[in-house]
């Protein structure tokens, strides 16, 4: 069988939060967050990048300590103002020992325009050049309140890039585009309203799904999987300020996140919640394994399990939400095992027919 790819949780999920410790941005020790992540044996390596230079010794020890390679990282970047963030992120990174950094590059340039498409090409290249030095890979995201919220902009960026002769390489974090499946307003932010063909695109569950299109041309390195439902509830716990283009008020955050089990009353800012509301995650998930099984040179080397301490996140809630992520990285894991056995069991059973073939009369 096809060995699977490797998993991480994400390090802004290292959280075991509950009714007495609400998920917060206090963060847990990086030893002992290592240390917790090393116990449950479900994880390959860790997935932050340090912020210092006093962080990075912590990681390094913590790394050797548990047996963790901390191999990825992301970080958010405003183009005209964050190019030395960028290289010395990748210097960083490079020290820890990480293999893949993930870029987000905001909506909007630093002189206030929204950046084009060819500025978000540019800039990729920049940056991929500087991190082949040092044998990084790095991608670019699907991502709320930067320059891929239209979704439709991916793979126009992607043209610009290949055609200078560069594999255009893709974090896919599709929970950014279930949350909104379903919610009118959420449409509008992406640019979509009125596009009935790219706001069925969002659903995984058709064939020619975003996810299917990004899948199918093999640039997806990087899987990050959140929890998340169709027009996912408001986080009525964490207040930020929207929407994207800075008009400056506070909302509640966006739903880009839900329990993957249903919590415990007073755990979360609802009491509607739906198992089936985890569908599209789940076909999501299923999708990404069985084009990594069925295509012999795919590009996914990574999976990241993106439940996270932000206000359109998790912030405020009550349940437990790093055993939430675990939750998803045994379902990630018996699901790969399952489809794995059923390639194989297809590939046997060509053979063997193949075989009694060539001596058929």
């Known amino acids: 069988m ?47 990048i340090p912020v210092d230079d006093k962080q990075l010794d912590e990681y ?131 640019q979509m309203r009125g596009d009935a063909e790219a706001i069925r695109r969002l659903d995984p569950f058709n064939p020619d799904s975003f ?12 899987a990050q999987v959140r929890p998340a439902a169709p027009n996912g509830p408001r986080n009525w716990w964490a207040f930020e300020t929207g929407p994207w283009d800075g008009l400056g008020y506070d909302r509640p955050g966006r739903g880009i996140q839900y329990p993957f089990s249903k919590p415990n009353p007073g755990e979360w800012h609802t009491e509607a919640w739906h198992a089936h509301a985890l569908a599209c995650t789940r076909e999501l998930v299923k999708k990404v394994i069985d084009h990594y099984l069925s295509v012999s040179d795919s590009s996914m080397e990574i999976m990241t399990i993106d439940n996270i301490n932000l206000p359109s996140y998790g912030t405020g809630w009550r349940y437990n939400m790093f055993a939430d992520s675990c939750l998803v990285g045994k379902f990630v894991r018996e699901l790969y095992a399952e489809r794995a056995a059923v390639f194989e069991a297809k590939r046997k059973a060509h053979s063997e027919k193949a075989f009694v073939d060539q001596y058929r009369p």
Request: net charge negative; charged share 25%.
């Open 60 to 190: 390094l020890a913590a790394s050797e300590k548990y047996g963790l390679p901390i191999l990825s990282g992301s970080w958010t970047y405003v183009l005209g103002q964050d190019e030395h963030v960028m290289a010395s992120n990748l210097e960083r990174a490079y020290r820890v020992g990480s293999k893949y950094h993930n870029l987000m590059i905001w909506s909007k340039h630093a002189d206030g325009h929204y950046v084009t498409d060819q500025e978000v090409a540019d800039s990729y290249l920049r940056v991929y050049d500087q991190a082949k030095k040092y044998g990084i890979k790095v991608s670019y995201e699907g991502h709320v309140d930067m320059w891929s919220e239209d979704f439709r902009r991916v793979n126009k960026v992607a043209e610009i890039v290949r055609k200078r002769g560069i594999p255009f390489h893709f974090c896919m974090d599709y929970s950014h585009c279930i949350f909104k499946i379903g919610n009118e307003e959420e449409h509008a932010v992406s």
């Open 211 to 222: 996810a299917d299109d990004w899948l199918n041309q093999n640039m997806v390195t990087w």
């Open 2 to 48: 096809k060995k699977m790819f490797l998993m991480a949780c994400a390090g802004r999920g290292v959280i075991p939060s509950s009714m007495a410790a609400p998920v917060s941005d206090t963060e847990l020790p990086i030893s002992e967050q290592l240390r917790i992540l090393s116990e449950t044996g479900l994880w390959d390596f860790v997935d932050r």
